[in-house]
């Protein structure tokens, strides 16, 4: 945690080869949350990783793992991750028919609910489930990949739901996952998100973990809250 603002290293671009390494080594640099990104072929047009990651990521971390689920009938497939190890069980809005339903049913098993917003997806569709959610999830690209270049009109979308949840005395957490790097986070969280989701930033061939994290970790320093 720096500022407020919690790093989350996506393990999506990641050397899976030597994972439990990478884990490791974002722990050490201050990662606070590892982010699992779940993606089944149907809502995304690519499948990556299931439950065995998500057990294997929980034997070598004791950090929160936050699992995003970009999963058609996310419903069928919230307990299986839950078991697995998942602190975080984010859903997409656009995926989930009873969203209220799925939501209660990570409540009902003592994990924390967050909801996805895909990029055209507005704020207001969220607007009625936010006293029940912990983490509203705003994607800065469309989800299926890494290393997309980031939605510059997520910035605004971020601020009008810190709005929403202030006027609201509400306590949920603004993630923001997409094209997220040392050059943007500062943007990011001056917008109001404070948890940023950073996959390709972080784990890439340009420079160690260490090193990525660290640039982010300065450009947050710098950061003066202004929402
Ligand atoms: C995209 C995933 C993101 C992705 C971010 O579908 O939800 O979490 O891993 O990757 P970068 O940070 O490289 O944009
Ligand atoms: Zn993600």
């Avoid at 972080?202 to 929402?227: G, H, I, K, P, Q």
Wanted: hydrophobic share 45%; aromatic share 4%.
């Amino acid at each position: 945690m720096i500022n407020g603002i919690k790093l989350a290293p996506s393990i999506l671009s990641a050397d899976f080869a030597r994972l439990g390494e990478q884990v490791r080594e974002a722990e050490a640099a201050g990662a606070d949350y590892i982010h699992i990104d779940v993606m089944d072929g149907r809502f995304v047009p690519v499948i990556s990783l299931g439950t065995p990651v998500v057990e294997s990521v929980r034997r070598v971390t004791g950090l929160t793992l936050d699992i995003h689920l970009m999963v058609a009938e996310p419903e069928k497939h919230v307990a299986a991750f839950i078991d697995a190890g998942g602190d975080i069980i984010n859903v997409h809005v656009e995926a989930a028919t009873h969203l209220h339903r799925v939501v209660q049913q990570v409540r009902s098993r003592g994990k924390k609910p967050g909801v996805c917003l895909n990029p055209a997806t507005p704020v207001a569709a969220v607007e009625e489930i936010l006293p029940e959610v912990d983490q509203v999830m705003v994607m800065s690209v469309n989800p299926g990949y890494s290393g997309q270049p980031f939605i510059q009109a997520a910035l605004p979308k971020v601020r009008r739901l810190r709005r929403l949840i202030g006027e609201g005395g509400l306590a949920a957490e603004i993630e923001i996952d997409g094209g997220v790097g040392s050059e943007n986070a500062p943007r990011c969280a001056a917008a109001g998100a404070n948890v940023l989701v950073a996959a390709s930033a972080v784990f890439n061939d340009r420079a160690s973990v260490a090193e990525n994290m660290a640039r982010l970790r300065e450009a947050l320093a710098r950061v003066e809250r202004t929402a």
